[in-house]
């Protein structure tokens, strides 16, 4: 086993244990209100059309798990029945192994994470050798996500992938905060365009653009990814954060600045789905403190055909199969037959 997988084998031991804590953090909701629905007969749950379309990427379900809160899937697989999932999108893989950033890479803040990991794997190779058979063999979407410092490194890697067998799609990381390098394609429209036009053409893999929500303006991104030709956008990635020992007046994180992840910043994902949804027609896959079923109906009127879960798999590794379990009820209760027929339903008004 490689020493990097060995640091972030125990780095997810260490966030896992670390955010317990978030398991009572319930936040302050008012009480819940039905969903408004025009009929008066609600389909029964059974009969829900759960299925989503992404672009060229059909998943059996909307709920997908999110890169780097999920490892390589193998370490869960004793908690979650991993064929139940819509998709599962394993840590970001780069050319050449990473070794990550220095310590300390995680930080608890209220209702929420810090994380400076720094894209800490094994490399491309390793990645198809050591983990793709066991990830091609299981029985659900396998959405491979891949960072490169250059556009060439991208495309390089997204041509490797074209022949993997088990590969379903591919997630453009274009928004990792936590490395130099590599962020510019998400905030940069016209990088962005061009390299996701650029992977797109370098295999017949479906193309997930993942954006950073650090930017003035989410839709003009969202715009740009689509003109390459994305299949679908995932947005968000982690916010740009700090934690400070002021006594030691001290950054906490070895990197200085990370990245922030888990209920605090649901607010932030919401809007950024909202605003893409309005701008452009390319399916949208929501991320961003989703943690419960009404977090996804909301993400889903909000404009998100699906959605990935991302921090909450730390401290509630089966909320995803909780969260199915009560899916196709909530789909009923809005009145609606599909997924689909949910998804960007918000009206105008509060
Ligand atoms: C410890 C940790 C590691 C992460 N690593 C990656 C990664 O390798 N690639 C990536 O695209 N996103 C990565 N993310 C971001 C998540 O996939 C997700 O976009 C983000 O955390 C927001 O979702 P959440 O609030 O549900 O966690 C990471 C997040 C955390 C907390």
């Given at each position: 086993m490689r020493v990097a997988y060995c640091l972030q084998s125990r780095v997810d031991w260490l966030v896992r244990s670390n955010l317990c804590f978030l398991a009572f953090a319930t936040p302050l909701l008012p009480p819940a209100t039905p969903l408004v629905s025009d009929n008066d007969s609600t389909t029964p749950?059974?009969?829900?059309d759960l299925t989503v379309q992404l672009g060229r990427l059909r998943l059996a379900n909307p709920v997908l798990v999110a890169s780097g809160?999920?490892?390589?899937?193998r370490e869960m697989q004793a908690m979650v029945d991993l064929s139940r999932l819509g998709g599962i999108v394993p840590k970001t893989i780069t050319k050449l192994p990473r070794q990550g950033n220095a310590p300390w890479r995680t930080i608890e803040t209220p209702s929420g994470m810090l994380n400076s990991?720094?894209?800490d794997n094994d490399g491309i190779d390793a990645f198809i050798k050591h983990h793709m058979p066991y990830l091609g063999s299981l029985q659900t979407a396998m959405v491979v996500s891949v960072a490169g410092r250059t556009h060439d490194e991208f495309v390089e890697m997204t041509t490797q992938l074209a022949d993997v067998d088990g590969v379903d799609a591919i997630e453009?990381?274009?928004?990792?905060?936590?490395?130099?390098?590599?962020v510019d394609f998400g905030t940069d429209p016209s990088m962005c365009e061009r390299l996701v036009a650029a992977c797109r053409a370098a295999g017949s893999h479906p193309i997930l653009a993942k954006l950073t929500p650090n930017v003035t303006s989410i839709s003009q991104m969202a715009i740009a990814a689509e003109a390459g030709g994305a299949d679908a956008i995932s947005l968000i990635n982690t916010c740009q954060g700090m934690a400070i020992d002021w006594r030691r007046r001290r950054p906490l994180l070895g990197n200085v600045i990370g990245g922030l992840s888990g209920p605090a910043i649901k607010p932030i994902a919401l809007r950024a789905v909202y605003q893409a949804a309005q701008a452009v027609k390319t399916p949208i896959v929501g991320i961003g403190g989703i943690a419960n079923l009404d977090d996804v109906m909301e993400f889903l009127v909000a404009g998100a055909s699906a959605v990935q879960l991302g921090t909450v798999n730390f401290y509630n590794p089966t909320a995803s199969t909780t969260i199915l379990d009560a899916l196709p009820e909530a789909i009923a209760e809005a009145?609606?037959?599909?997924?689909d027929e949910v998804v960007g339903t918000l009206a105008s008004n509060p």
């Open positions: 749950a059974t009969t829900i809160t999920f490892g390589y899937a990991i720094g894209l453009l990381n274009i928004s990792c905060p936590n490395v130099s390098g590599g009145g609606a037959t599909s997924v």
